[in-house]
T-cell receptor
Framework: KNQVEQSPQSLIILEGKNCTLQ??????????LRWYKQDTGRGPVSLTI?????NTKSNGRYTATLDADTKQSSLHITASQLSDSASYIC??????????FGTGTRLKVLA | NAGVTQTPKFRVLKTGQSMTLLCAQD?????MYWYRQDPGMGLRLIHY???????AKGEVPDGYNVSRLKKQNFLLGLESAAPSQTSVYFC??????????????FGEGSRLTVL
């Protein structure tokens, strides 16, 4: 069964601190993996994409990693800001129009 | 650019009533999707469309119908609403093309409550 599991479920950190979100997947076939950010009351927006051959990719203060052997990905947020408070969803593309969604990690950044 | 627009944003229905959610995209995307998002669960696919005039069932299609008469619009209908359909509904679209990565572009969501 195709599955995407994320941890932790929720996380509270102080502004300026770093954090790492985890995503484990068992999806076949694997096309790519994206991290989406979903602000409260809004739709998800793509942050970064990882393909099978990529290990690390950065987008500003966001750095995603992918280990295709262990089927794990992480999203590292550096120097967190209040605006980083959101849910972060790991999504694996499993075909032309098939996407497997994780349940998300809810991040709260406190001043 | 408007991107993906959903209407209405909020709606309260009584059990047994019907309604239609409208999704419009201005990116000329071939693929369009309707998902529902419930607490503690990942987004689940209700129906999708790979082009004008075509629709297909997703993983939770029961109680819903869809139509795609125009490429830019994708309608989701509830013929007889049930409390189990209380959810936040998201429309998304993606581009078809060789080598593309299939990024999903989402609307802002429609919050539906069925009493």
């Amino acid at each position: 069964k195709n599955q995407v599991e994320q941890s932790p479920q929720s996380l509270i950190i102080l502004e300026g601190k770093n954090c790492t979100l985890q995503c484990n997947y068992t999806v076949s076939p694997f096309s790519n993996l994206r991290w989406y950010k979903q602000d409260t009351g809004r739709g998800p927006v793509s942050l970064t994409i990882m393909t099978f051959s990529e290990n690390t990719k950065s987008n500003g203060r966001y750095t995603a990693t992918l280990d295709a052997d262990t089927k794990q990905s992480s999203l590292h947020i550096t120097a967190s800001q209040l605006s980083d408070s959101a849910s972060y969803i790991c999504v694996v593309k499993a075909g032309t129009y098939k996407y497997i969604f994780g349940t998300g990690t809810r991040l709260k950044v406190l001043a | 650019n408007a991107g993906v627009t959903q209407t209405p944003k909020f709606r309260v229905l009584k059990t047994g009533q019907s309604m239609t959610l409208l999704c419009a995209q201005d990116m000329n995307h071939e693929y369009m999707y309707w998902y529902r998002q419930d607490p503690g669960m990942g987004l689940r696919l209700i129906h999708y469309s790979v082009g004008e005039g075509t629709t297909a069932k997703g993983e939770v299609p029961d109680g819903y119908n869809v139509s795609r008469l125009k490429k830019q619009n994708f309608l989701l209908g509830l013929e007889s609403a049930a409390p189990s359909q209380t959810s936040v509904y998201f429309c998304a679209s993606s581009y078809l093309g060789t080598g593309v990565t299939g990024e999903l572009f989402f609307g802002e969501g429609s919050r539906l409550t069925v009493l």
